[in-house]
């Protein structure tokens, strides 16, 4: 019970402090919207159902990688998040906690294009439920990297210059704007070595069931990815934070 | 036994570099523990370790008697941690910090914000509560993340420099809620470079150089021995006598003495012996001096730790004050 309560405030004091300051909740509204408007004022005709799934992927994919690294370099600095660890909660719980709210804050960056694209553009969904459940696995799967990357970075800047290091090939390389198969094969093996493919592949198959890869594999190997994420980010905090 | 921690052979190593080197000391339940020593001796390495933020190397640590080296989690419950910079959350109020940490330890709402509420009023911030912690002054700053340290009601609180770069009004204030806090039964593990803090709030000390323990005792027993000569001051009103002659008939009537002018108004007694100080008031009186003030001069903490470690205090001081 205790750190259930611990969980919790931990989780809203970032949500508070954090995720639902009006500039954030302003990028979360504003930059999927930009994107959609340059993708209709560049092309006019463009097809919905194929850019569709790219703007939910740079939505929560920019919204989160970057959120969660910045607020854990930014009270590391401030020693904020010495506090943290010296309470008397498992480091697991406490990470559960801290990503948690940045997995929220990436899920709630999809809503704008996805009202965008059933209202305004007619965008049909073949199915909402899986829609939703691979808007999540994309948010915990990039909120893991902002983690990872929170690990390494001692100033903020870091944080946002590393997070791009990660976010920008994914745009090329993860089937968010451009299919994989139209990749050279050497990209491919990239592609696939990036769990944000599968997430990709998997808000494909609801969109339009233009899915690659079958949704168990999807399921299994982002679960893997995740987990290996989450542990090697622990394995690197008690490592370099409690040397 | 009436510990509350219990070090063994605690050591720290960096890379072949030996920190924390084979210490050992024990601390007592509602005593004030003082951690001395230069930039680099090893004390926050050794706070790090007792907390839980650094892994020991080797050695043993135990809190109330139960060995916890490797179980740090469970002695967190009832340690609380004030750092030497105020690592609260700026943007959040006083009232909202204290919560928070409260909350982190696992207390319910109604039972954090009773205990936040008593905190404010016993750390005279209750006007300031909801004020964003970044509008505090440093020392609020320092008194509310102390009453933040306090939330979960520790049986022990780490101090690490509490009073360093603060007015004069709050280190005052500081130091009397360290006393109340003990006196309550809170058992203090204190690090500062002010030893003057030190002698006045400490029961025992342990002096740190090089990762080693140097000395540890009660502050009464490290003073006491430091003095190796009995000093007395007597000052006095400007008088027109040969004062050489003076000195000259006092050293024959209290041949034991050796004495010296300081200035103009004072002399300084010494003696390997004990100083009687009445019948030397008294030849001083037959002698027409108006004497305004006599003192036996006794050696402090400070001269305690530069006896036992050698450190220009000065230098030690003005290395902190820049960081």
Redesign the interface.
């Known amino acids: 019970m205790k750190s259930m309560i611990a969980f919790w405030n931990i989780l809203s004091k970032d949500m508070k402090n954090y995720y639902l300051k009006p500039p954030n909740i302003s990028w979360g509204l504003i930059f999927p919207f930009a994107w959609i408007l340059m993708m209709f004022l560049r092309t006019k005709t463009f097809n919905v159902v194929e850019i569709f799934p790219g703007i939910i992927g740079m939505s929560v994919l920019f919204g989160t990688t970057s959120m969660l690294a910045v607020t854990i370099t930014f009270e590391k600095k401030s020693r904020s998040f010495e506090r943290l660890l010296l309470a008397p909660i498992s480091l697991e719980l406490l990470i559960t906690a801290k990503i948690t709210g940045a997995i929220l804050f990436g899920i709630f960056n999809s809503i704008l294009p996805i009202l965008i694209s059933v209202f305004y553009f007619n965008a049909s969904i073949y199915n909402p439920i899986s829609l939703f459940l691979g808007v999540c696995l994309l948010s915990i799967i990039s909120t893991l990297f902002g983690l990872f990357i929170s690990v390494s970075a001692k100033e903020v800047f870091e944080a946002q210059t590393y997070s791009n290091f990660f976010r920008f090939p994914m745009i090329f390389l993860c089937g968010l704007f451009v299919p994989i198969t139209t990749l050279p094969i050497y990209l491919r093996i990239i592609s696939y070595l990036l769990p944000v493919t599968y997430a990709m592949d998997f808000i494909r198959y609801s969109i339009d069931k233009s899915n690659l890869i079958s949704n168990t594999l999807s399921l299994i190997l982002i679960s893997v990815f995740c987990l290996l994420l989450f542990y090697i980010s622990i394995h690197n905090m008690k490592k370099k934070w409690l040397k | 036994m009436n510990s509350i921690i219990k070090v063994i052979n605690l050591c720290k190593e960096?890379n072949g570099f030996k920190a924390v080197n084979n210490i050992n000391f024990e601390i007592q339940k509602a005593e004030i523990f003082g951690f001395l020593g230069p930039n680099g001796a090893g004390k926050t390495t050794t706070i790090n370790m007792l907390?839980?933020?650094?892994?020991i190397s080797s050695g043993q640590i135990f809190y109330n008697n139960q060995d916890l080296t490797y179980k740090i989690?469970?002695a967190?419950?009832v340690i609380g941690?004030v750092?030497d910079?105020s690592?609260?959350?700026?943007?959040?109020s006083g009232f909202d910090n204290l919560c928070?940490?409260g909350?982190?330890?696992?207390?319910?709402k109604k039972e954090r914000e009773t205990k936040a509420n008593q905190l404010l009023e016993e750390f005279k911030l209750l006007d300031a509560q909801n004020k964003k912690f970044k509008a505090y002054s440093k020392g609020m700053k320092r008194k509310l993340t102390i009453a933040?340290a306090l939330m979960h009601s520790p049986e022990i609180l780490f101090l690490d420099e509490p009073t360093t770069g603060i007015d004069v009004v709050s280190v005052r204030q500081i130091r009397n809620l360290i006393k109340e806090l003990n006196e309550k039964g809170t058992t203090i593990f204190l690090t500062t470079h002010y030893i003057e803090e030190a002698e006045r709030l400490c029961d025992r000390v342990a002096f740190i150089m090089g990762g080693e323990i140097i000395k540890i005792d009660s502050v009464i027993r490290l003073i006491d021995d430091t003095q190796t000569n009995n000093i007395l001051e007597i000052t006095y009103e400007p008088l027109q006598l040969n004062m050489k002659d003076f000195i000259n008939s006092l050293q024959i009537n209290f041949n034991k003495i050796s004495v010296s002018i300081k200035d103009e108004t004072c002399i300084k007694i010494i003696s390997k012996e004990k100083i009687d100080i009445s019948p030397i008031i008294s030849f001083f009186a037959q002698h027409n001096f108006y004497i305004l003030e006599a003192k036996l001069i006794k050696p402090s903490l400070e001269d305690a730790f530069v006896k036992y470690t050698k450190i220009d205090i000065t230098q030690m001081k003005k290395e902190k004050e820049k960081r």
Not at chain 2, 51 to 55: E, I, L, P, Q, R
Not at chain 2, 87 to 92: G, I
Not at chain 2, 103 to 108: C, E, H, L, N
Request: aromatic letters at 14%.
């Open positions: 960096y907390t839980g933020m650094a892994k989690k469970i967190q419950k941690i750092p910079e690592n609260l959350y700026d943007e959040m928070f940490c909350s982190i330890y696992g207390m319910r933040a």
